[in-house]
């Protein structure tokens, strides 16, 4: 299994206030991307990182933003959390070309009440 | 706009029978098709891939076909365990990657 983690696991928050995902890897992989699962939709792509500092918007990026300081690390924060960010948080990497075979972390489940 | 569709939500089959799991895409612009399988309170696990160059990929009990002209690919497991319980989401990549909204494979002993 690709070494990937993320923390929380779980988290219950309010709306409004601001919330940060984190996802470590120790796969030295270049790529990262944050994604989030909802029923009826399957995985949606939020934002990306093809390095260091460098970072993408995807699909659904409005209300998120992302930091990627070290390989190894990259973190997906809620400014300001809403109930329709009530999801299933998905960390993945892959190592070369971006978008092919990629790698998930255990997920992180938000709630927002 | 779901460029890619699962239209099963589930599936049920007996153990030792074909899975045949299906996905559709609208965009001839994708160039390599993935599949994922998720257990719960797992993330997705890579299962087997397709180059849009190709018509059928094998890995084992598991083959892909894509019918381009169709704009539609498959997952057949054969023969179906109860171990391959789990959801099946397809994926498509351009630029980036989007999937399917998934299958629920229920096989049954």
């Known amino acids: 299994d690709a070494g990937i983690t993320q923390s929380p696991r779980h988290k219950v928050t309010e709306t409004g206030t601001p919330v940060t995902l984190r996802c470590h890897q120790t796969?030295?992989?270049?790529?990262m991307y944050w994604y989030r699962q909802d029923p009826g939709h399957g995985l949606r792509l939020i934002h990306y990182?093809?390095?260091?500092?460098?970072?993408d918007k995807g699909e659904v990026s409005d209300g998120y933003s992302v930091s990627r300081s070290k390989t190894e690390d990259f973190l997906l924060t809620l400014e300001s959390a809403t109930s329709s960010q009530t999801s299933v948080y998905f960390c993945a990497i892959s190592e070369s070309t971006a978008n092919y075979e990629q790698y998930f972390g255990p997920g992180t489940r938000l709630t927002v009440t | 706009d779901q460029q890619v569709k699962q239209n099963s939500p589930s599936l049920s089959v007996q153990e030792g029978r074909i899975s045949i799991l299906n996905c559709d895409y609208t965009n001839s612009m994708f160039d390599y098709f993935l599949w994922y399988k998720k257990y719960p309170a797992e993330g997705p696990t890579f299962l087997i891939s397709i180059s849009s160059i190709k018509d059928k990929n094998e890995d084992g009990r598991f083959t892909v076909f894509l019918n381009k002209s169709a704009k539609h690919l498959s997952l057949h497991i054969v023969p179906s365990q109860p171990g391959d319980s789990a959801v099946y989401f397809c994926a498509a990549r351009m630029n980036d990657m989007r999937f399917g909204a998934g299958t629920r494979l229920t096989v049954k002993p």
């Open positions: 990182s093809y390095g260091v500092k460098d970072t």
């Open positions: 796969e030295n992989h270049r790529y």
